[in-house]
């Protein structure tokens, strides 16, 4: 079983910037991706960025040029820079850990982070 702790949400005036943090712990084997979703208020979750064992680095269009995405080399933290951040990026972000099984892909998630973009 994996755990995945968030940290670094809050509530910051547009233009601001955060830094979120994922740690994972646990049973972490055959890592696929790792990675940061959200989900604002009655709209579904969404990918923001993730990263690819082997492919690299996906952004959605709503945040590149201003989300940069990182990890350390052992797959156990993930962190995204949140830069010129507006009011429509507020949401809970929940991290995310993707690993290949023999009964195929297997999710894991935090609990979310909220980060409140208003001023």
């Known amino acids: 079983q994996v755990q995945l702790v968030e940290s670094g949400g809050g509530l910051v005036q547009p233009g601001g910037s955060l830094r979120l943090s994922c740690t994972a712990s646990?049973?972490?084997?055959?890592?696929?991706?790792m990675g940061w979703y959200r989900q604002a208020p009655g709209k579904e979750r969404e990918l923001v960025a993730t990263?690819?064992?082997?492919?690299?680095?996906n952004y959605a269009d709503s945040v590149k040029g201003r989300f940069t995405i990182s990890r350390d080399n052992a797959w156990k933290t993930v962190h995204l820079q949140m830069n010129s951040l507006k009011p429509e990026d507020t949401a809970v972000y929940y991290c995310?850990?993707?690993?290949?099984?023999?009964?195929?892909?297997?999710?894991?998630w935090g609990q979310g982070t909220q980060v409140t973009v208003s001023s």
């Open positions: 995310n850990l993707a690993q290949r099984t023999m009964a195929g892909r297997i999710n894991s």
């Open positions: 646990g049973s972490i084997f055959n890592i696929n991706a």
């Open positions: 990263i690819t064992a082997g492919v690299g680095v």
